[in-house]
């Protein structure tokens, strides 16, 4: 027989006073009554972390590290789907999406057959999971989200990634602005006009909503979320959406934003213990300062270490979802090198568990520095280059980096890759017009620039280079931060025109000219150079009739 008792035990939030639950259970009756679910179906309504723990630890596979995270499995899915996103073409909003290979067309009929395929599959369950939180912590931009799913597990990632509302918001939560439907375990109608796999990702901004078909993974929900706002927010506010990280320093309060692709370091780079973190991954940028789009933290964990980054490393306890990773069966320790299931090992915490973070999440003060992370394989760019205006504009829209292994569907080992605005499969609107957004804040507010490469030095990943020391990086981060870099020598980087200084205090001379380092000789080297710039040029052609000649004139010359 199905259950047929409410979950009133533990709603909305831990510290909710046990002398309501005839409030709960009415709040709960009319989400359910509006997202037409099963009412005889146990429905965990913003539930507690340790209730959420004993309803997955039901799941298939699930268990609890040694260090009391929740250890999930996300499937045969263990990264992103790009390929299986879609956004709905419908009048609101087709005049301003940017079509083509990142946002493919979907008509409202197929959306309506997904929608349908994936309500009647919640319909089924026994137990069902709905968060209702915030996107975006300054309470001028934040949107209200609502996540229906049927596996506890992505409850409570979302829990983690999202911003938790006071009880009192709760009682006013209202209506969401946005609400996502999880069906991951139930695959997409391949039959379907559009459908190319039984995995689907659709959004549709007229209605607010987003389906999920075909994969478990978590991160569809993360980046489903982070789409959203980067249509949202240039739309509705004029708001500029990062895919970035952000800190700020404790004493002098300057704002430091990391852009780049997963893998590049925005994490780790961010989680300084000497500086408060406003986030990890996704950023908005107003008139009256940054802001984080999250409530947590989604770190990689391969090769994670308590030595390397201990603030990270710390943060994996309870309350935290480690997915996808390898743990011994019988002390519960995980082995964080091993890459058997996948190498997109991850974590996701609330950002209150990094000591440093600084809460609320946001800032009223404009970036003082602005850093491009790029992670080259090739180990031709330098570690550290300070840009010009318009080289900032040529390196954003550029977006180069070599892709991660793990990071995607199907990528095994570095790829190198270009993502416009280092957020490209996240983009809805034309890159130009979030480029010229960023120009016109680094002009406004006179941000200093930087190109920081976290990738190989030496000779290119295939060629037996070694990965640029992170005690090295952190140490020109800091010369960034303490201002030596503004007073050093620099001398011209050959080919890509970029400003290299001749020392960082700390810092081997000889790594930051990768020129003087090169494995395989001076002549080769040139030669790499000269294929990687070709690779530069070829990539901007798509962007050459939109963007000025000072902005082609910044990238690489051959």
């Known amino acids: 027989m199905a259950p047929t008792a409410i979950d009133l035990h533990h709603s909305y939030s831990e510290s909710l006073p046990v002398s309501a639950p005839s409030q709960k259970a009415s709040r709960k009756d009319s989400v359910i009554a509006k997202l037409g679910l099963n009412p005889d179906a146990v429905i965990h309504y913003n539930s507690a972390v340790p209730i959420l723990y004993e309803d997955a630890l039901k799941e298939k596979g699930t268990s609890i590290s040694s260090t009391g995270a929740l250890v999930a499995y996300s499937g045969s899915k263990t990264g992103r789907s790009p390929k299986d996103k879609r956004i709905v073409d419908e009048e609101t909003s087709t005049e301003n999406i940017w079509w083509g290979p990142v946002n493919k067309k979907v008509d409202e009929t197929t959306w309506k057959i997904s929608k349908s395929r994936a309500i009647d599959y919640l319909r089924t369950r026994e137990k069902i999971f709905i968060i209702d939180a915030f996107a975006g912590w300054d309470p001028r931009y934040r949107i209200k989200v609502r996540i229906v799913c049927a596996r506890a597990y992505h409850a409570l990632f979302m829990k983690n990634m999202l911003i938790q509302p006071t009880e009192e918001e709760l009682k006013n939560f209202g209506e969401p602005d946005f609400t996502i439907w999880n069906a991951g375990q139930f695959p997409a109608n391949v039959f379907t006009k559009g459908m190319t796999s039984s995995t689907s990702v659709e959004i549709n901004f007229k209605d607010m909503e987003m389906v999920i078909l075909g994969t478990e993974y978590a991160g569809e929900m993360k980046k489903g ?5 980067f249509y949202l927010m240039p739309i509705r506010h004029k708001v500029l959406t990062l895919h970035s990280s952000a800190n700020q320093g404790t004493v002098s309060g300057d704002v430091t934003l990391f852009f780049g692709l997963s893998g590049t370091g925005k994490t780790t780079l961010s989680a300084d213990p000497n500086r408060k973190l406003i986030g990890d991954d996704e950023h908005c940028w107003s008139d009256h300062g940054v802001f984080n789009i999250e409530g947590g ?3 990689k964990c391969l090769d994670l270490s308590a030595e390397k980054e201990p603030e990270i490393f710390n943060a994996i306890k309870f309350g ?7 743990y011994d069966p019988i002390s519960k320790v995980v082995d964080y090198e091993n890459k058997d299931i996948t190498e997109n090992t991850r974590c996701a915490y609330p950002i209150d568990f990094i000591p440093s973070a600084k809460i609320p999440c946001l800032a009223d003060r404009h970036p003082s520095n602005i850093v491009l992370l790029t992670c080259d394989a090739r180990g031709v760019l330098p570690p550290i280059s300070k840009l010009t205006n318009a080289q900032v504009m040529y390196h954003f829209i550029s977006g180069y980096t070599s892709k991660m292994a793990g990071t995607e569907d199907g990528v095994t080992e570095p790829e190198a890759t270009f993502s416009a605005c280092f957020g490209q499969p996240f983009l809805v609107l034309h890159p130009m017009k979030y ?22 030095t030496g000779s290119s990943a295939a060629k037996g280079g070694k990965r640029c020391p992170l005690k090295y990086t952190r140490r020109i981060l800091d010369a960034i931060h303490s201002g030596e870099l503004n007073d050093a020598e620099y001398e011209t980087y050959p080919t890509f025109g970029l400003q290299i200084p001749k020392s960082v205090p700390g810092v081997p001379a000889e790594i930051l000219n990768p020129s003087k380092n090169w494995a395989e000789g001076p002549e080769k080297f040139s030669g790499d150079v000269r294929n990687l710039a070709q690779l530069f040029l070829e990539n901007f052609e798509k962007y050459s009739s939109e963007v000025t000649e000072v902005v082609k004139a910044a990238g690489p010359q051959l």
Not at 225 to 229: E, G, L
Not at 320 to 326: D, F, H, P, R, Y
Not at 445 to 455: D, I, P, Q, R, V
């Open 225 to 229: 979320i982070f789409t959203v706002m």
């Open 297 to 299: 933290c989604y770190a």
């Open 320 to 326: 935290s979802v480690l997915e996808n990773i390898v």
């Open 435 to 456: 480029a010229q957004q960023l120009s016109d804040k680094i002009s406004e507010h006179k941000s200093n620039a930087w190109l920081l490469n976290t990738g190989w």
